[in-house]
């Protein structure tokens, strides 16, 4: 199980032959051909990803450079989230206070959980030395400067969590609790009791089939189920970016994220409609009634 | 910021949509250099362009609580806030809206894990350290937009707790309400009844603006039919039919509605199943009718633009080859 953090200008795997040999994600298990790229372009890419946002995430959609080549952000290959994503992601500060942090994804016989590492002078230091020894000076200089750009242009904004929360009815009547006075749902409930059928299902790999219906721009609205139960029918409305409008109309394969118990079961899609890959939907199946 | 005016827009070198000739055909032109949002879009949900921001929801479907991020028309990150509702074990958002204080303002519906739920709307302060939540039942909102006095309009219709209605429930009640901040209301239009499928009452099928003196809601159905409703400051309620494709072979998609500064209202619609034939119209008011205007700017490889929203006099769109990128381009009637 290696957890490894990777330096910021780590080339990211711009094409599939920059990506390992072999990588598992959560129920995923793909063998991806060749060998990691040594090339220069790909390391510059790693650079180009970096610096125009330096105060954003890094685009894994970017990466894409060719039709065959696809993006980075394979779900079929991803369901346990993003495995290929392994080069490093600025996320800016994410927590409200100032820094940096890079979160690295390496490649290990299980999923793991991004690791986030708190970019301090130190650290900062340790990093500049291995440019330097690694990269020919001019790549070194350059990202030296990058980074020193990011930094000067990042402006954190805190994640604010409301401390004052203020519950009414529409009368105005105050109310102590926002679920106050309701009859518990029985559809719901029965629904909630469901998932874990649901996680049975996905733990057998069989996935969710799903109608992509309307698509609203660049999202879509779906209609699963999971094969082999009984009522865990869903309709899902997702209206998630990057949907091909191929898919539209069309049966699609659907993955699967069982989250908690009481946050549903969130999906990623992906198809097998025309051919192409459909990515991505994501949603949580909570209607009881579908057929 | 830096990004956007990196990829600034270059060339208008072609015609997104060949579907007239421009010399005859009004035509939206580039009006400043595109913006590109330091954050990935990339699997989150459709964002919101509203209150000349770009409201993103940061979680996924369902969570019990919601988070949002909030970039300007700069691109820069103004706001990162949680919407949170005490027992929450669900949350589902449909819509958020930005007002001019820049507090959010969302409507949705929440569950306790014992299956009890109510739809809501709510109010997070400018700052993000405050909340107002109002539960709406019988009323379910499913769009919402913030006018510029800062008071509230949605599309919702009345359900029963089992989000039916098959009993219990008002088939009169109107669906376009107006309210005030703390949730009184002002104002009812369009009763339930006067819509055959519920489905025109979807988020997924209406788009609720607001302009300076007006409100107004874009709905359709597969189709092809539909009406855009416009309520003006004297609470009288105009009602258009929504542009026709020249041939509709298989579902109408609407891509998007705006209402810039100017009062002119714009959409963005094309055949769902056909590669060619997106169009964008606008309403002529006196008329009745919506004239036909295209789209200059890059050539792009896709086939549709999505209009995002209004930003002062101009139009927010992104077009596919943008997706990856998440940059969006503003376009102004040309003069």
Redesign the interface.
Known sequence: MARTVLPLWQPLPATTSSLPRSCTCGSCRGAFPASRSNQVRNRLTSLGQGF???????????L?RHPDHR?A?HFHRVLGLVCQMRGPVWV?A?DGRSGLYLESFSHSESWERPENVCLTPTGLRKMMVYVSRWYPSIIGLAATLAIVVSIL?I?P????????????????RP?R???DG????????VN?AHLPKARECGSRKQGFLAHVG??????A?VHAYCPGLPCMACE???????CH?EC??KWALLGYKP?PA???L?MLAYSLCNGQDC??Y???C?NPDCP | M??GK??GCLAVAALVAPVAAVGETPSLVPSRASL???????????PFWTGNSLVVEQS??????P?VLVFDSSG???????L???????T?VDGYARSADGSIAACGA?????????P?IAL??A???????????P?WPVLITVAPDGTLWTVGYEQN??RSEKSGVNLNASVLRH?DR????LGAFLPRSSFRNPVELN???GYLLTSADRVGWFHWL?DGQGAYHEVSPAGEITSYPIPRLPSLK??L????VAMPDFGDVFVSMRD??L?EGYFVFKLDRQLGQWSQTVLSGPRVAGDFA?LWGSSGSDLVF?LPSD????TLRFFAPQR
């Open positions: 125009p946002d330096g105060r954003g995430v890094a685009l894994a959609g970017r894409q993006s952000f800016g994410s242009s402006r904004v805190p994640q604010h969590k409301p401390d004052r929360i203020r519950i009414t009815t529409a009368s105005g109310l609790n926002f679920f309701l009859k518990p749902d029985a559809k719901l409930r909630l309307r698509m609203l721009g660049i999202g609205v899902v409305d997702i209206d998630y970016t990057y409008s539209v109309g989250g009481d946050q549903g969130q990515n991505c994501f949603g949580t909570n | 830096f990004a990196m990829f590109t949002i330091p954050y990935s879009l990339d699997g989150k949900r459709v996924v479907l369902g969570v019990a609580s988070s820069t990150q103004v706001l990162s806030a949680t949170t509702i005490p027992e929450a074990a669900q589902y929440s569950y306790a894990s014992d299956g009890r739920g109510a809501f997070i302060s700052d993000g350290n405050a909340e107002r939540v109002i539960r709406m039942e009323y707790a089992n309210f703390s949730g009184k209301p988020r997924h099928h597969n298989t579902d998609m609407v891509d998007g769902a199943g590669h999505v992104q997706f990856r990128t998440n």
